[in-house]
């Protein structure tokens, strides 16, 4: 299987612009999904595909791909976006699911 | 609305069993694939398991293979994890979610069952 590599932390003003990005061999082959998962909470899934979005979710939120790293941008963060941020895909075989560690973003 | 409930965690001794269910309305549960995520305390998500809508297709992680089996029942609207042999480091929220229009995204989630590994 392959591995898929985050950030721990990234932090932003409220009302600015942030991205968070995630790095592996797999996403050459697949796109990243991106989930949400606040405290005490299930994840929810924010991105999927090229860029898109799960009804429900603000349109501030977007993602993009380029080459091994795939990039999800928040554009006017909110305090209520303050959350883990988790990106996944299947893996270099097809076969497998594999999701990076994680990106605990704060929004100041 | 689509649902997902699981069911089945608790605190099991180290070579136990326990097998968790989830439970899906609100969604054609044959047409979908399933699968089971887990996080331990304090860390990320893991990927465990994954079925096809038909059974055809399942998947392991490393760390589980040989030890857990997942399963289906399409009439019931359920989904299965058998987990034999259990380890400490399987203490976790085990997450049931269903597969979505991406390959390998997950787009509705349970809210967890916690499965404590201790003696």
């Known amino acids: 299987s392959s591995e898929l590599t985050q950030d721990p932390a990234v932090s932003v003003a409220l009302g600015q612009t942030v991205r968070i990005t995630c790095q592996g061999d797999?996403?050459?082959?697949?796109?990243a999904s991106w989930y949400q998962q606040k405290p005490g909470q299930a994840p929810v899934l924010v991105i999927y595909?090229?860029?898109n979005r799960p009804s429900g979710i603000p349109d501030r939120f977007s993602g993009s791909s380029s080459g091994n790293t795939a990039s999800l941008t928040i554009t006017g963060a909110q305090a209520e976006d303050e959350a883990d941020y988790y990106c996944?895909?299947?893996?270099?075989?097809?076969?497998?699911?594999?999701f990076g560690g994680g990106t605990k973003l704060t929004v100041l | 609305e689509v649902q997902l409930v699981e069911s089945g965690g608790g605190l099991v001794k180290p070579g136990g069993s326990l097998r968790l269910s989830c439970a899906a309305s609100?969604?054609?549960?044959?047409?979908?694939?399933m699968n089971w995520v887990r996080q331990a305390p304090g860390k990320g998500l893991e990927w465990v398991s994954s079925?096809?809508?038909?059974?055809?297709?399942?998947y392991y992680a490393d760390s589980v293979k040989g030890r857990f089996t997942i399963s289906r029942d399409n009439a019931k609207n359920s989904l299965y994890l058998q987990m034999n042999s259990l380890r400490a480091e399987d203490t976790a929220v085990y997450y049931c979610?269903?597969?979505?229009?991406?390959?390998?995204?997950?787009?509705?989630w349970g809210q967890g069952t916690l499965v404590t590994v201790s003696s």
């Open positions: 595909g090229k860029n």
């Open positions: 079925i096809s809508s038909s059974s055809s297709y399942i």
């Open positions: 797999s996403l050459r082959s697949y796109y």
């Open positions: 979610a269903r597969g979505g229009l991406a390959p390998g995204s997950f787009d509705y």
């Open positions: 609100g969604f054609t549960f044959s047409s979908y694939s």
């Open positions: 996944n895909s299947r893996d270099s075989s097809g076969n497998l699911v594999v």
